[in-house]
């Protein structure tokens, strides 16, 4: 398994912006399709952006579209999150996973992700 570690988290103001980052160690992220999801507690995990090996393709939550942008860089071994105009709703702990797609398309999305970050803080002030 790889081994994901976030950073980037923090405090902002509504209207700011944070760039999420998500390192790679144990093995190359290339190897993985990736996702970002967050969690409140006492809420389901949400599905936030997802991203091809490739980097080709990319998916958003509803809640995210237009604002967030999901980012990789397979020769430093990291997925970024860039995150514009932060809502205080958007206040949550941030995960980056990785994932295998299908074995008939390795150009598709995670079917489920395996391996999991530590999560990074994301707090946004009204």
């Known amino acids: 398994q790889v081994q994901l570690v976030e950073s980037g988290g923090g405090l902002v103001q509504a209207g700011g912006s944070l760039r999420l980052s998500c390192a790679a160690s144990?093995?190359?992220?290339?190897?993985?399709?990736m996702g970002w999801f967050r969690q409140t507690p006492g809420k389901e995990r949400e599905f936030v952006a997802r991203i091809t090996k490739s980097g080709l393709g990319t998916d958003y939550g509803n809640s995210v579209k237009g604002r967030f942008t999901v980012s990789r860089d397979n020769a430093k071994n990291t997925v970024d999150l860039q995150m514009n105009s932060l809502k205080p709703e958007d206040t949550a702990v941030y995960y980056c996973?990785?994932?295998?797609?299908?074995?008939?398309?390795?150009?598709?999305?995670?079917?489920?992700?395996?391996?999991w970050g530590q999560g990074t803080q994301v707090t946004v002030s009204s």
């Open positions: 996973a990785a994932g295998r797609p299908p074995i008939y398309c390795s150009g598709c999305y995670a079917v489920r992700y395996d391996s």
């Open positions: 144990g093995r190359t992220l290339s190897s993985y399709a």
